[in-house]
């Protein structure tokens, strides 16, 4: 493993602050109507970071893109799944996660996330790994949309995209339901491949990619007109990602149990959501593509060049 | 322990499918316009259950008794709390469960539920306990209600009450949020105290006063006018109802991670749900007296004869 130092952090942290501010501006000028207002805060373990919050908008229902840097004297047992020998070094992590939650139901809501860390020890080299990725969450299905979200994605992961997509269906995925969260798209956790250099470059092309996957199907879907049944089935569909976040992922798990601000964490729940008992689609509807076609891990680019 | 055969099973039983009915058909007196359906089901590894919802109603925006009876072969370490060694024998649990989200925010939500769990082994006698309580989770809070509510919880509970209030502000408890579920009531697990008919004559108790404790204060305030605010901060409190139950029940946990019936399971959920990021009321407010003087633990009998 190539050593990370002072200077490779600094980059690292860098890259999260620019990654953040361009995307709050480029879902600015998506939006068109409201602004992110940020709120600075400090952990009182160590770090702190920089919440930005767009609450409604035109597009954008609420649209939270958050950036922390936050440290600790003991790494717990869950941060690292493959290396479990890792816990109790101190640790130092930065990262960016943006969730999305769009006004318009044929709008997908959507998630992106990059993150580092690093685990150090006295006499010892600090181990450092990378995670993140983007995955969309339709609640209309549209073939084009599915294909250029994916198209994207592979340009971004070259050669690492089947393993960060398959990595994607598996983790996203509500056992409870037996449902995929939505259609996918890369996830990627303890990631070192080729050294600090060449595997900070595949997470910044990641990164960087996330606007030219999410912003185009945003603006050819934002003016689709809908009812108040469209609006219904984006409450009931939220509801499956507020179970997945709080039952099943386990930055917020881990987030929530270790002391995070719960705010920053929770930027991540829709502003609305309901739940009805027992509620299936109508056969043959759109809703019912939704399950049929789009929330069943499928090869997008299969006849793709 | 005193030994427990078909014939208290049987009993149990009995009384569990009595309280259900009892409790929706006061339910629907209550609400005045809409009905429970039942929903049969059964559960592949063993039982099943009687789900009743009643949605849309004039007072309850979402009602929901549930009954089942389910059995295992192996007991997971997580449902007996005190007695891990029971892990691994068969297993056969009853309940009933209630949570109910009414349309006004005037009106609190409530949860009750008594369940029976029974422990086998070749060769042993069985082991069972019994577990439930009610607890009661207020928009906007008023002294009468905590203080009937509270004061129908110690007759029902008698000398079990203090602790069983204890057990419940400890239980309904959100640490992220620092912040407790509601004004409590009553909790108990692993409950066997005096033997089976001691113990089974104290939860008959407090099973059979939900109705009187709640319904009172249902009929005082279900026609309290309310505006758009009091809709929008009873939206933005269910959501710490739905934090709780998603991220620290244990029984809304086990059931999702053991392969339980989710709708039945999420069933507690509210119909309809807000967050938003970092929202406090305004000082003074009564919103704020519900932070203040409701969701703080307190001795609500304290000047009570």
Redesign the interface.
């Known amino acids: 493993m190539s050593p990370v130092g002072a200077a490779q952090i600094a980059a690292v942290e860098g890259y999260l602050q620019r990654l953040q501010a361009v995307l709050c501006a480029a879902l600015e000028d998506a939006d068109g109507a409201a602004r992110f207002r940020s709120?600075r805060w400090t952990r009182p373990a160590g770090g702190g970071g920089d919440?930005r919050?767009l609450?409604g908008g035109a597009t954008f229902e609420?649209a939270?893109v958050g950036m922390s840097a936050v440290s600790g004297d003991r790494l717990p047992p869950s941060a690292s799944k493959l290396r479990p020998e890792l816990a109790g070094r101190s640790w130092r992590a930065f990262g960016v996660s943006l969730v999305l939650h769009p006004q318009n139901p044929y709008v997908p809501t959507a998630h992106c996330n990059v993150r580092f860390f690093i685990a150090e020890a006295p006499g010892s080299d600090a181990v450092w790994w990378f995670g993140g990725g983007f995955d969309l969450t339709p609640y209309y299905g549209f073939d084009d949309d599915a294909r250029h979200w994916h198209t994207v994605a592979r340009e971004a992961a070259g050669e690492h995209y089947a393993g960060m997509k398959r990595a994607c269906d598996e983790y996203f995925f509500l056992?409870?339901?037996n449902e995929p969260r939505g259609i996918g798209g890369l996830f990627f956790d303890d990631f070192t491949r080729g050294g600090f250099d060449a595997a900070f470059a595949s997470v910044k092309r990641i990164g960087d990619a996330f606007v030219s996957a999410y912003l185009p199907i945003v603006r050819k879907r934002k003016a689709t007109p809908y009812g108040e049944r469209e609006r219904n089935f984006q409450?009931y569909r939220r509801?499956r990602y507020?179970?997945f976040n709080?039952?099943h992922d386990r930055g917020t798990?881990f987030g929530?149990?270790s002391g995070g601000r719960?705010?920053s964490?929770?930027?991540s729940?829709?502003?609305?959501?309901?739940?009805?008992?027992?509620w299936k689609p109508q056969p043959g509807s759109p809703e019912a593509a939704l399950y049929e076609r789009y929330l069943v891990p499928r090869d997008w680019l299969a006849d793709a060049p």
């Open positions: 709120d919440t919050i609450e609420r939270g056992p409870h339901r409450l509801g507020v179970e709080l039952v798990l929530l149990q719960t705010e964490i929770l930027m729940l829709p502003p609305l959501t309901a739940w009805r008992y027992d």
